[in-house]
């Protein structure tokens, strides 16, 4: 991992920090609301192991807790992890090697750890990047959902937190130096005014889905797509966290 790192700018090695700063909170609020909302620890454990993908575990455990079955929950989930895949074309190159570790690494795969590798264009770095991201990511998210759920029986109401707000808060600055160029701005504004649109009249976790129509803005003739499909990637862990 030391090695890994030295590959590294110090900048990326920073935002890394801030986005797993950033992981823990909510990790937190995800533990504290599933076990004060009545689920034993180990099902959110369970769910950071062997899913880990933050959107989708709140999905579950949202159904699950609003009364639905074990089904709806998957489905609920399975929904909201199918923008994996075209990640996962887009970052084929950073999986090498025997099977096992393609298969870790699979499960490594994030929007956030996406979103990094996309930012680079040396093959080195790309690796580099994806497996810190990743497995820092990993960590930190499943020791916060640990901690939160032994606090979730003494928290009343996590709403008062307002960790739900920490995570779109410091994707927020990251993602700021890249909307000064005008084709990602315009395919992030076009983005956004579809999800607030549908949201309404559409189930959680599709306007986020629905947003990607953005991303046809972005490659008008004339406009800059430098850092489209970055942005495309976080906007969508920003709302689905």
Do not use: Y
């Amino acid at each position: 991992m030391r090695s890994l790192l030295r590959t590294l700018e110090h900048a990326t090695v920073r935002d890394i920090a801030l986005v797993c700063l950033a992981d823990a909170l909510v990790g937190v609020s995800f533990g504290a609301i599933s076990v004060s909302g009545g689920l034993p620890l180990w099902v959110p454990v369970a769910l950071s192991v062997l899913v880990f993908a933050g959107g989708s575990q709140f999905a579950a455990v949202g159904v699950v807790l609003s009364g639905g079955g074990a089904l709806a929950a998957v489905a609920t989930g399975l929904v909201l992890n199918a923008r994996l895949l075209p990640f996962g074309f887009a970052v084929a190159d950073v999986l090498q090697g025997p099977w096992w570790r393609r298969l870790f690494g699979a499960h490594m795969l994030t929007d956030e750890s996406a979103a990094f590798v996309l930012r680079q264009r040396d093959p080195r770095r790309r690796r580099a990047v994806f497996w810190i991201c990743g497995v820092s990511l990993f960590v930190v998210w499943n020791a916060a959902v640990l901690l939160g759920g032994f606090a979730g029986g003494l928290i009343g109401d996590t709403d008062v937190l307002g960790l739900d707000a920490a995570f779109p808060a410091v994707l927020l600055a990251l993602v700021l130096p890249s909307l000064a160029d005008r084709g990602t701005r315009t395919a992030a504004v076009a983005g956004a005014v579809v999800a607030v649109a549908a949201t309404p009249f559409v189930p959680a976790g599709v306007p986020v889905l629905l947003a990607l129509v953005g991303l046809l803005f972005a490659g008008r003739p004339g406009v800059k797509e430098t850092a489209g499909p970055e942005v495309a990637v976080v906007a969508v862990k920003e709302d689905v966290r």
